[in-house]
């Protein structure tokens, strides 16, 4: 389904330029081609990428709202226009979290921190008093919370939702943001209900952190497909695994279309980067 962009600079993540080469070919920019339903990835974020403008405008860009060394964000280019921007903020090392950094809020169609980001900028105490605050500033606002799920308010819609996480055997969080982020632009392009994108989302996160690689843990539709035929067939034990099962019953329409080859996750293959670069 989706493959993480970046890991934050404290867990680096040395694969993290390949998703920026696939995303020739992707319909989320970073750069510009054609659009892979079957495998979207999340544009790479840790350097500016453009997509070409002589090119259709892409339905969504992932971005982090601030750059780190103050130039002006690439995203801004698009805000105003045809593609939604679903931003994310990173870790502010000075713990200042001056709300400053939430100015181009209103060129975002979304803002997805965790809730100690999402506190933090609004001097609030809680996720829930967060949400609220953000859900003026930006049409859909979301707050993870890591284990315990994620709360979302859409004002597009003028639906509101939180709902639970899944309770896995973490391995590396590492581009577990990213993932959820790609989950929520997937279930928001196709028009599905919040509760049901803020499931998918916590789903394809808790399914990256039980392997190692960062970018290369993200889940492919393959991936999805496998977990719910498993978790259809632990339902059968009732209680928590069958409120699972209820909860998540949107995705049997979902991948009933996805044959049983459908892309899951890619293998790690070393080379230098030039190398990639010279066959992409």
């Known amino acids: 389904m989706v493959v993480a962009g970046t890991a934050g600079e404290d867990r680096p993540d040395p694969l993290a330029h390949l998703p920026r080469l696939a995303l020739r070919g992707d319909g989320v920019p970073g750069p510009a081609g054609r659009p892979q339903h079957d495998h979207p990835r999340t544009p790479y974020s840790g350097s500016p990428a453009r997509a070409d403008r002589r090119s259709t405008p892409a339905r969504a860009a992932l971005a982090e709202l601030v750059r780190p060394d103050g130039e002006e964000p690439w995203w801004k280019d698009y805000g105003a226009g045809e593609t939604l921007v679903f931003a994310g903020v990173g870790w502010d ?107 998918f989302a916590c789903l394809c996160s808790a399914l990256s952190v039980q392997h190692f690689g960062g970018s290369l843990a993200a889940p492919g539709w393959g991936d999805i497909a496998d977990w719910w035929e498993a978790a259809k067939a632990q339902s059968a034990r009732g209680g928590d695994a069958a409120d699972i099962a209820r909860r998540y019953g949107f995705l049997e329409e979902l991948v009933t279309d996805k044959a049983h080859n459908a892309v899951r996750r890619a293998e790690a293959t070393f080379g230098l980067l030039t190398e990639v670069e010279a066959f992409s």
Do not use: I, K
């Open 93 to 199: 090392p000075s713990e200042l979290w001056d709300p400053a950094v939430l100015a181009d809020l209103p060129l975002c169609h979304a803002f997805l921190p965790n809730h100690v980001e999402a506190m933090a900028y609004t001097r609030t105490d809680s996720p829930e008093a967060a949400l609220r605050r953000l859900s003026g500033q930006v049409p859909l606002a979301v707050v993870t919370n890591g284990a315990d799920g994620a709360m979302a308010s859409d004002a597009s819609t003028g639906e509101t939702a939180a709902v639970p996480g899944l309770r896995v055997n973490a391995l590396d969080p590492t581009g577990a943001g990213d993932v959820f982020a790609a989950g929520m632009v997937t279930g928001t392009l196709e028009g599905w209900p919040l509760e049901q994108r803020l499931l």
